[in-house]
C-alpha cells in the first residue's frame, strides 16, 4: 500500500542507539519492517602482519557487531 520507497540512513552500524533510532523511525512511519540490507563492511590494506590489534578490533566491530546490532534491533 506503500508504493514503491526506500529510505536511506547513515548511522553508526556500531552503536545500538543508532540502530534503535532508525527502527523506532521505521516502526512509527510504516509500522513493520519489511527488508534490511545490512551491508556496512571494511577491509584494511596491507597483510595481516602489518595490521595492528587496534584496526583488527575495528573492523570487527563493524563487520560483525555491526550486522548483529542491524539483525539485533
Request: charge should be negative.
Amino acid at each position: 500500500s506503500f508504493g514503491p520507497h526506500a529510505e536511506y540512513f547513515d548511522i553508526d552500524v556500531t552503536r545500538p542507539a543508532d540502530w534503535k533510532k532508525v527502527i523506532n523511525h521505521i516502526d512509527d512511519a510504516y509500522g513493520r519492517f519489511d527488508v534490511l540490507v545490512n551491508n556496512a563492511g571494511i577491509s584494511p590494506a596491507g597483510s595481516i602482519l602489518d595490521t595492528d590489534y587496534d584496526t583488527w578490533m575495528h573492523v570487527q566491530r563493524i563487520n560483525s557487531d555491526g550486522c548483529f546490532l542491524g539483525c539485533k534491533h
